[in-house]
C-alpha cells in the first residue's frame, strides 16, 4: 500500500474532517456510504480506506460510536427525553435497536446508564469531583487539601458563572484531534501557532486577535485521543475562506461563562462542575453548540504552567 507523504496526508485529512462534520450533523438519519465518498471526492473503495488512514477507525465503527456517545450525553443532560426520542434522535428507528446497541457498547441498559449519571438525579458527588480526586491523590496531595480545593471549586462556580449572550464570530481554524488532561499539548500549542500565522500572513487579523479553542466532544464521554478540537484566531468580518484558509463562523447564543485560571487540573473540575453542579440548578439545559475556550495566555510559556482565559458552555432555557 502506498504511504502517503506530508502533502497527501493533509489533504487526506480535510475531505475526511468535512465527512466528519456531515456525520456528526445527520446522526439522525440513515448516512450512505455513497453519499460520504461524494462528499469526500473519492470511490467508496477508496473512501474506506482513506477513512480508516486518517480516523484509525472503520466508518462502520466510527458512525456507532459517535452515535453512542451523543445518546449518553442526551441521557445525561437532557432528562426531559424520553428514551425513543433519544434512540430517534441517534438515528435508530426502533427502541428496541437503540437499547440494543447501547447496552454492546455500555455493558448496561439505556435506563441504567440514565439513572447512574444523569445530572439532575440527586447525588453526594459529580464525576469531575471523582476525577479531580484521583488526580490529585495520585500526585501525593493529601485528602484534607483536595476536600479544601473541591469545596473552592463548587463556591467559585456557582458564585461566579453568569449567563451571557455571546455574538457569532468569524475565526481561522485549525483542526486537531486529541487532547491532553496534563495540559496544552505541543501538537495543539503549534495549531494555534499556526492558526495566528495563517490570519497573520494573509493580513485577515482583526485589532484585537482572540484565541479561541472549540471542543466539539465531551471528554467525559469521548476518549481524550479521540476529541475534536479546534484551535482558531478570530479574523475580521469580512474575511472568506481562500487558498487553503478555512474561514468559519462560530456560533453565538446563549452560553454559561465563567473565568478560570490555574493548573490543568483546577480547569477540568470547574470545567465539570459548571456543567454537573452549576447547570441542573440554573434552569438552563444544554445546547448542542459546542464548548468554547478563550485562551489569555499560553500555559507552556507561564512559570507555573497554569492557564487564564474564559470556560463558555452553551445553554439554552427548558
Known amino acids: 500500500m502506498h504511504t502517503p507523504n506530508i502533502r497527501e496526508m493533509a489533504i487526506y485529512t480535510k475531505r475526511i474532517n468535512a465527512v466528519l462534520d ?23 473503495y477508496h473512501f474506506h480506506r482513506i ?16 452515535r453512542m456517545e451523543k445518546a449518553s450525553r442526551l ?37 441504567y446508564y440514565r439513572l447512574q449519571f444523569n445530572i439532575f438525579k440527586p447525588r453526594t458527588i459529580t464525576l469531575a469531583e ?4 484521583l488526580k490529585m491523590l495520585t500526585a501525593s496531595y493529601s485528602s484534607v487539601d483536595i476536600d479544601e480545593m473541591i469545596a473552592w471549586a463548587h463556591n467559585y462556580v456557582h458564585a461566579s458563572a453568569r449567563v ?25 500549542s503549534h495549531a494555534f501557532d ?14 484585537k486577535p482572540e484565541m479561541i479553542g ?26 472568506e475562506s481562500r487558498d487553503g484558509l478555512e474561514i468559519s463562523t462560530l456560533p453565538g447564543g446563549k452560553y454559561a461563562v465563567i473565568d478560570v485560571s490555574g493548573s490543568i487540573h483546577l480547569l477540568w473540575l470547574l470545567s465539570g462542575l459548571l456543567a454537573q453542579s452549576w447547570l441542573p440548578q440554573s434552569g438552563y439545559v444544554l445546547d448542542n453548540r459546542p464548548f468554547i475556550e478563550k485562551h489569555f495566555n499560553n500555559p507552556n510559556t507561564d512559570p507555573e504552567r497554569h492557564y487564564r482565559g ?8 427548558k
Open 164 to 188: 451571557r449572550h455571546l455574538p457569532p464570530v468569524k475565526v481561522l481554524a485549525i483542526r486537531h484531534c486529541g487532547l491532553s488532561d496534563m495540559g496544552l499539548s505541543q501538537d495543539l
Open 214 to 239: 472549540v471542543s466539539y466532544d465531551d471528554p467525559y464521554v469521548t476518549p481524550l485521543e479521540r476529541c475534536r478540537y479546534d484551535a482558531c484566531v478570530t479574523v475580521a468580518p469580512d474575511s
Open 75 to 111: 441521557l445525561v443532560f437532557h432528562d426531559n427525553m424520553s428514551l425513543t426520542e433519544i434512540g430517534l434522535e441517534c438515528g435508530f428507528s426502533s427502541i428496541a435497536g437503540f437499547s440494543r446497541s447501547f447496552r454492546i457498547f455500555y455493558d448496561m441498559t439505556p435506563s
Open 194 to 207: 499556526k492558526a495566528y500565522r495563517q490570519a497573520h500572513h494573509n493580513g485577515l487579523l482583526p485589532s
Open 51 to 66: 477513512f480508516k488512514l486518517v480516523v484509525r477507525e472503520t466508518l462502520n465503527k466510527y458512525v456507532n460510536r459517535v
Open 130 to 133: 471523582e476525577r479531580f480526586r
Open 310 to 317: 474564559e470556560w463558555c458552555l452553551p445553554i439554552r432555557s
Open 22 to 44: 456531515y456525520i456528526h450533523c445527520n446522526l439522525d438519519d440513515s448516512i450512505p456510504l455513497a453519499e460520504l465518498a461524494d462528499i469526500a471526492g473519492y470511490s467508496p
